[in-house]
């Protein structure tokens, strides 16, 4: 069975720093491009950065310089490092992972990060 688990969300003040984590169990982790995304009440889903397998990245032009996303495969986690946090910042964090090149999507059930003074 597979499962993708979030965890790092929380409150935290504007201009703060929280680590989001998202560990996957059931697949062969390391071949899975792994993305995050978030939505905020009353919006549409939005990617927020994306990692392959070989460790490329990618980022929404809203959060580059102030967001990293990296992985270890051997723990079969992703980490999403977000810093300079801002009140539009907030919003339920999902992982998604995608096997590029297979049958495999799956997504987790999200963790809340509200940026707030």
């Known amino acids: 069975q597979v499962q993708l688990v979030e965890s790092g969300g929380g409150l935290v003040q504007p201009g703060g720093s929280l680590r989001l984590s998202c560990a996957a169990s059931?697949?062969?982790?390391?071949?899975?491009?792994v993305t995050w995304y978030r939505q905020a009440p009353g919006k549409q889903r939005e990617l927020v950065a994306s990692?392959?397998?070989?460790?490329?990245?990618n980022f929404a032009d809203s959060v580059k310089g102030r967001i990293t996303i990296s992985r270890d495969n051997a723990k079969n986690t992703v980490y999403l490092q977000m810093n300079s946090l801002k009140p539009e910042d907030t919003a339920v964090y999902y992982c998604?992972?995608?096997?590029?090149?297979?049958?495999?999507?799956?997504w987790g059930q999200g963790t809340q990060v509200t940026v707030s003074s």
């Open positions: 059931g697949i062969i982790f390391s071949i899975y491009v």
């Open positions: 998604n992972a995608r096997n590029p090149i297979g049958a495999g999507d799956y």
């Open positions: 990692i392959t397998g070989g460790g490329r990245s």
